[in-house]
């Protein structure tokens, strides 16, 4: 069933009245539990202030996450109720699938990352629980869509064809991309605004994106995916509103997770993952970056912030110490050439017996401070948010004038 432009248009609008009041919503119900959440031992220590007595709730990704299922389960009756008022044209089933699937999806996330702030599970879970949750969503895919087929490059074509299809493989990384997009804004974290500004980005990102689409062949499901991400960015806003510089609320990884599945989600769903991907540029390169101590190569302590220099008030690239002998020979060799080509801080020959040496954690984070100087926190968290605005102005380089050129 094609939507109508000014359909799209009213019930666009009324999603963005609904979200502006969640945003509200937000801003109202933080305050209001955070002695809740404390009392009930959900709270952290801001690690780059001086005064780290303070207890800051965490875990406030349950309110915007709540907000957020709320307002999409009020606006649901937007696009599909007016299939009641006019009983004549037919109810659109897969659609509707579509959008509780997303939900479903989207809800698991929050809860399984509340297991998270709550339980601290181990590594392998957050690997394996995102995965899960993107089951439905699949499911849902297999019948109303099931394309598995990419475009392939220009160059290509002469031995592969216009397009290829590549069957299963393409469900392996629909549920990969979910387990990379929760985790790569869980880890790209520990500065206040953070994981918070980012998804904001991000998000607005998509929204530009959508809306330069809504005019092609693929309107409905850009639409779709506008209703899901403009929700998310207002009940956001909310939260971003404590979160930033000084932080009177932490986020969680209730929100990292939400954040990423909410991503995975309309990148799935509406068949732009490419796209959501370019936008992830920061993301992707912190994961690479930090792929030594996230695979135990290079030892990864349990925080990997920067850390706080009382005496100028500003931060500074936080190090992982360890023997030489720890780390395998060829990878004190990568971290030699790293360091020449000044892409990380590795000092060798360090303590009494010259045994010791110590390394940046290997985090974008910390890579900005090595390459900026010592920063406030407050500006520090600008500039990454900057370079995350940055690299979505590449994105939409790479998206339109480059990616024409190759398909
Ligand atoms: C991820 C990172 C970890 C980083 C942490 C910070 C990896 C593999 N893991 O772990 O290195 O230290 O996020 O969120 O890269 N905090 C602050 N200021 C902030 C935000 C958080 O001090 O602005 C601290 C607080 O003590 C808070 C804690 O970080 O309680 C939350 O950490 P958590 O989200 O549980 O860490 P992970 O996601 O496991
Ligand atoms: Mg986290």
Redesign the pocket.
């Known amino acids: 069933v094609a939507l109508q432009h000014s359909e799209m248009l009213v019930s666009l609008c009324i999603n963005i009245v609904v979200s502006v009041a969640g945003a509200g919503a937000v801003v109202r119900t933080i305050p209001a539990v955070s002695e809740m959440f404390i009392n009930a031992g959900l709270f ?5 202030k001086q005064d780290r007595t303070t207890k800051v709730p ?1 875990s406030m990704g349950m309110v915007s996450g709540s907000v957020y299922l709320i307002i999409m389960f009020l606006f649901l009756g937007v696009p599909f109720g007016q299939h009641f008022i006019q009983p004549s044209t037919p109810f659109p089933h897969a659609a509707f699938a579509e959008y509780l699937t997303s939900l479903l999806s989207i809800c698991c996330m929050l809860f399984l990352g509340f297991a998270d ?1 709550v339980l601290n599970l181990k590594w392998r879970y957050k690997l394996v629980l995102p995965t899960l949750a993107s089951l439905p969503l699949l499911m849902v895919y297999y019948i109303n869509l099931g394309s598995t087929t990419v475009v392939v490059p220009k160059p290509l074509r002469q031995w592969m064809g216009m397009t290829l299809n590549i069957g299963l493989l393409y469900y392996i990384y629909m549920s990969m991309l979910a387990v990379f997009c929760t985790n790569a804004i ?2 790209y ?4 605004g ?1 994981e918070c500004g980012q998804a904001i980005v991000i998000g607005a990102s998509i929204v530009v994106f959508n809306l330069v689409e809504l005019g092609g062949y693929q309107a409905e499901s850009h639409y779709f995916s506008l209703c899901i991400i403009i929700p998310f960015i207002a009940s956001s806003l909310g939260l971003f509103y404590y979160n930033r510089y000084p ?1 009177r609320a ?1 986020v ?2 209730t929100f ?1 997770y939400f954040a990423g599945m909410t991503f995975a989600v309309v990148a799935i769903i509406g068949h732009f993952s490419k796209t959501v991907l370019l936008f992830f540029l920061p993301q992707i390169f912190n994961f690479l970056y ?1 792929v030594p101590q ?1 695979f135990h190569f290079v030892p ?1 302590p349990r ?3 920067p850390t706080y220099n009382q005496r100028i008030d500003k931060l500074e690239p936080s190090v992982a110490k360890f023997k030489v002998k720890e780390i395998k020979k060829p990878l004190l060799i990568v971290l030699r050439l790293l360091a020449n080509l000044g892409f990380v801080n590795f000092e060798e020959s360090l303590g009494e017996d010259g045994e010791m040496c110590q390394v940046n954690n290997l ?1 974008l984070i910390n890579l900005m401070l090595i390459k900026l100087g010592p920063q406030h926190e407050s500006s520090l968290t600008n500039k990454l948010l900057m370079l995350q605005v940055l690299s979505s102005g590449l994105a939409f380089f790479i998206r339109y004038p480059l990616a024409d050129m190759f398909f």
């Open positions: 952290g220590r801001d690690l780059c965490e702030d869980n880890i974290a520990g500065i206040n953070l932080a932490f969680g990884d990292t930090s996230l990864c925080h990997r912030l985090t």
